[in-house]
């Protein structure tokens, strides 16, 4: 499908790192001793050959589905008969509550009715510049030479920046939230991954009684309330425009409580940017070729000034190495459901209560849908090179109703981002030790990413 893809032994196109990838399915003892320390190391082999493969854990029906048709009747067509696992969204409610990425049913539907448009592209477009001038800032910081930085964290604390600009129109008192909040769930016990029956599920819903999430509610709570109270004349920030928005439906606003688990539910979702800013550097120092022509179309489009909204559409290879980034290492890399009813998935039966796994991490490098699937290759996004492959070969936000509510506005953070520091640096890799993906709720670099910093 690609042009520039070339063989194996070409030392220009070295793979990537990967976790260990075990040749057969581990045993329930490996399993339990691996998903701890990796869950992405327990992806053998025969999933990424396989386009759905059904497996048990203990009692518990297990079916990965690859086929682009399968993700397509999970995510969409029977989007209704594949709710969240949930137990995981147990992990969630502890401290989103109501919160689409922890809720169900009616409630979620109306939080996402009134979410959406807040988080829409148009309105934030006029952050752009904003959060261009907080990159430069931060980037005339950042410690060029041999001192080796850990880009995976620096990224991590400019990405905090922008994100406290958009929600809280950079209020200083929003920081210490969105870093709690980046990190939610909060240490998961052994008990939250087990599935139960629902009765039980909700009793062991943890109503911690944390001080920091105590605190946090307070302080959201007053953001909240100072953005509703009569004469504020402050930002009309993401928190503001949650506390006025109206659904459609009904006409009526969120109740304050309900803000609150959605703005929470947000920020945390917001998180997930920080993983694609880091693997980008990772990938571009493994790849001088590709840097060079990033650093070309940087050059070109900007003329050395700094990015502006109307950049953003004509950085299009830019774009490609972004979309690229997120096939190879997609920052949520899994995405779990369970079947309420019973139901036929490509010819296979699937049984009421059978968690359904669509993994990015195996979708994005099967062999049946991809070509060379662990080689970094952003003209594979060319349109001449995508005709034929199927859409949801590709899901880094999801797919269907739940989409990623983000996705829009994590675009143009990414790529103004990516377009203010590529155009002054270049990260050259700090160690020679193995970079080891580590799965978790999102996908990064275990114990981080040590770079150099030159300035081009
Ligand atoms: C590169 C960045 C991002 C990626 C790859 C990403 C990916 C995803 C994926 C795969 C899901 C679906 C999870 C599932 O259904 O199991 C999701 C859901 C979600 N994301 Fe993102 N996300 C990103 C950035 C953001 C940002 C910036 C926000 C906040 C504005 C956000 C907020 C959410 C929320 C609230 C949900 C739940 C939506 C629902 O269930 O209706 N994400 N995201």
């Not at 503001?240 to 109740?255: E, F, S, T």
């Not at 120092?285 to 840097?291: C, D, F, G, I, M």
Request: glycine letters at 8%.
């Amino acid at each position: 499908m690609s042009g520039t893809l070339v063989s194996e032994a070409d030392p220009a196109w070295p793979v990537p790192a990967m976790p260990p990838r075990p040749a057969r399915p581990l045993s329930m003892l490996e399993l339990l001793r691996t998903v701890p320390t990796n869950s992405l190391a327990v992806c053998d082999e025969p999933l990424f050959d396989e386009l759905v493969v059904k497996r048990h854990y203990l009692a518990q029906p297990v079916c990965f589905v690859s086929d682009p048709a399968g993700v397509r009747q999970i995510l969409i067509d029977k989007f209704d008969n594949y709710p969240r696992v949930s137990s995981i969204r147990r992990l969630f409610e502890t401290d989103l509550r109501t919160g689409t990425l922890a809720s169900e049913g009616e409630t979620w539907r109306r939080h996402r009715r009134i979410a959406t448009p807040t988080i829409d592209h148009r309105s934030l477009r006029p952050d752009v510049p904003d959060l261009v001038a907080i990159a430069e800032g931060m980037a005339d910081g950042l410690p060029v030479g041999e001192a080796p930085v850990d880009i995976e964290r620096w990224v991590g604390g400019l990405a905090t920046l922008l994100w406290n600009r958009v929600v809280t129109g950079g209020d200083p008192a929003g920081l210490p939230i969105l870093r709690w909040l980046s990190k939610v769930p909060h240490k998961p016990r052994a008990i939250d991954l087990v599935p139960v029956p629902a009765w039980l599920g909700r009793r062991l819903v943890r109503h911690r009684r944390d001080p920091a999430l105590a605190e946090l509610d307070r302080q959201l709570h007053a953001m909240i309330a100072a953005r509703k109270a009569p004469g504020y004349d402050g930002p009309q920030d993401l928190l503001y425009r949650l506390a006025h928005m109206r659904d459609r439906g009904d006409g009526q606003p969120l109740p304050d409580g309900e803000v609150r688990d959605e703005a929470a539910s947000l920020i945390a979702g917001g998180a997930a940017s920080v993983r694609a800013l880091t693997w980008i550097w990772y990938l571009l120092a493994l790849h001088p070729q590709v840097e060079a022509r990033f650093h070309a179309e940087l050059d070109a489009v900007l003329g050395g000034r700094v990015p502006t909204p109307e950049d953003l559409p004509k950085l299009v290879y830019t774009r490609r190495v972004l979309d690229e980034v997120m096939r190879l290492y997609p920052p949520i890399p899994a995405i779990l459901r369970q079947a309420a009813a019973g139901d036929v998935i490509c010819g296979h039966r699937i049984r009421r209560g059978t968690i359904v796994a669509v993994l990015p991490w195996v979708i994005h490098r099967h062999r049946r849908l991809w070509p060379e699937p662990d080689r970094f290759d952003p003209d594979r996004f060319l349109e001449e090179n995508s005709a034929g492959r199927p859409k949801l070969a590709y899901l880094p936000f999801a797919a269907g109703p739940r989409v990623c509510v983000g996705a829009s506005f994590a675009l143009t953070q990414l790529l103004t981002t990516i377009a203010v520091l590529g155009r002054r640096f270049r990260f050259r890799l700090a160690s020679t030790a193995p970079v080891v993906p580590f799965g978790a709720i999102s996908l990064q670099p275990k114990g981080g990413l040590p770079v150099r910093v030159e300035r081009r």
